[in-house]
């Protein structure tokens, strides 16, 4: 192979049943490089990682490392790591019933790891030298959704790789966190790594990446230096059409404005659950869209969740259109006209064995009862109705939600709760991992649905996303209400110093 480069895959071809999903695939990575490997969801890159390293068989096409003489042949995770292949997936691929110290090592010996003092103290020198909250000891379901992710790095970072995969490690991590990260990243680097950098965030590829590979549907669209690839360019790049600026969307939202004598669709006062949120209040009036934003960890997520009934409310009210209603359950919820697309689609979202079909017409069926099913017709008229609607790229409505891309997945969850027409919807990272062409898709769909009368509520981790799509803001810290915004205090320095500086 050319001097520097270490890692050639050449004329890649995989083959899905109906789908082309990797066409004569190019990818070349050098050492000591952070290179992005960018697309839509559906674009390949995922694929592209999983032939890389042996998830996936290759119908066709060839892989080179430094130090190997001629192809290589990766037929399993264990041959990528043997090789020097390490990878980070988007969804935490750990065990959460073993400890931190397990979860490092599993895998990692040709028997039981025998030297249980030896493997906590090696655990503990890497958490402490990647500055880690974390025991050896702990179980690893006792870590925080972003502590498990900076787990995950740190096994992957210990296994002395000279390519080093990270698809979308980012989609958990505070600003903080990512900081460290991209620290980690750049020594790395120095080292003469080779980082393929998998994410959505377009300012964390330009903050931290050298080159951008850019997939679409399955091809190579080309390989460029970062200095060379505007971020308009990108983008047009990634969605195959002129795209002149993602906030162009800003201006389809119109400021909201209160009718005089209007009733809140919900009104909660004092609500607490057993997650730990402290006592907030909170309301939403009819078209409008809102939104809880917030550094990770400060409760937003379980503020809607308490909404809906998720976690388990131990105190406070809540009123539908001024009447005092008891929300213990999601089906509470439900059946009083409250949607909640999750922020975990894996976890809360899908069910990976149904089809699309299936998935669409889950939420609808629940307040139904079971007794009453709906006719295979029925079912079929629905789904191709919301394939449609939403764009849902699928070989058919039989295919399992769980062989869709994520952001198909994630459409498919939004077709299950439009389907059950409610007045008031929570969107919960509705755009987390997906490309930005579906990210606009959604923002303009929940603008629609506004003006049309529904009541969203909006959360994301992406504040300019926030402040494009909310006309009121519920600012968060420390799992408590510090502020809320609207009008011409909906900017990111307002938002950034009420997060800083709580209720001043």
């Known amino acids: 192979m050319e001097n520097n480069v270490v890692l050639k895959m050449r004329n890649i071809h995989k083959i899905f049943p109906g789908v082309r999903a990797l066409q004569g695939v190019d990818f070349t990575l050098r050492k000591g490089e952070i290179h992005a490997l960018m697309g839509e969801n559906g674009a390949g890159k995922s694929t592209l990682i999983k032939v890389l390293t042996g998830v996936y068989g290759k119908e066709e096409g060839e892989i080179f490392l430094d130090g190997v003489e001629g192809a290589v042949a990766i037929h399993s995770p264990q041959d990528a790591q043997k090789l020097g292949i390490s990878t980070v997936y988007q969804e935490i691929t750990l065990c959460p019933n073993l400890s931190v110290a397990e979860n490092m090592f599993i895998g990692r010996t040709d028997g039981v790891y025998q030297n249980w003092k030896k493997m906590n103290a090696d655990t503990d020198r890497i958490l402490k030298s990647l500055d880690i909250p974390a025991k050896p000891t702990q179980q690893l379901e006792s870590c925080s959704i972003a502590v498990q992710q900076m787990i995950a790095i740190a096994r992957a970072v210990d296994m002395d790789c000279k390519v080093l995969i990270l698809d979308e490690p980012t989609s958990s991590l505070d600003e903080q966190e990512v900081a460290k990260l991209f620290k980690l990243m750049r020594d790395l680097r120095e080292r003469g790594v080779g980082i393929i950098f998998v994410t959505h965030f377009l300012d964390q590829v330009y903050e931290v990446c050298d080159r951008i590979t850019v997939m679409r549907d399955g091809k190579l669209v080309g390989e460029y ?205 509705p755009t987390r991992g997906i490309d930005v062409g579906t990210k606009i898709d959604i923002q303009k769909l929940v603008l629609k649905l506004a003006s049309e009368g529904m009541s969203v509520t909006f959360i994301s981790s992406e504040l300019d996303e926030m402040l494009r799509t909310c006309s009121r803001l519920v600012v968060m810290r420390d799992r408590k209400v510090v502020g809320e915004l609207t009008g011409d205090d909906l900017n990111q320095n307002k938002v950034m110093s009420t997060i800083a500086g709580g209720d001043k």
Request: charged content about 30%; proline content about 4%; overall charge neutral.
């Open 225 to 429: 230096a970062i200095s060379d690839l505007p971020r308009v360019q990108l983008v047009s790049k990634m969605l195959g059409k002129e795209l002149d600026d993602l906030s162009d969307i800003k201006g389809e939202q119109k400021a909201y404005v209160k009718e005089d004598g209007a009733v809140p669709v919900l009104e909660v006062e004092g609500l607490v659950s057993d997650a730990g949120i402290k006592p907030f209040d909170f309301h939403i009036d009819k078209g409008e869209v809102n939104g809880f934003t917030g550094l990770l960890g400060s409760g937003r997520s379980e503020c809607v969740r308490a909404i809906f009934g998720a976690d388990r409310v131990t105190g406070g009210t809540v009123k539908i259109k001024g009447k005092n209603v008891k929300i213990s359950k999601p089906l509470d919820a439900m059946k009083n006209g409250i949607a909640y697309l999750p922020e975990d689609r894996k976890i809360d979202g899908i069910v990976g064995d149904l089809s699309v079909r299936d998935n669409i017409i889950l939420a609808k069926q629940v307040l139904r009862g079971f007794f009453k099913p709906f006719s295979k017709a029925e079912a079929n008229k629905i789904a191709d109705e919301y394939i449609k609607l939403l764009s849902i790229k699928t070989a058919s409505k039989d295919t399992p939600i769980k062989s869709l891309s994520g952001g198909n997945q994630q459409k498919v969850i939004l077709a299950r709760w439009l389907f059950t027409h409610p007045e008031y919807l929570i969107l919960d990272e």
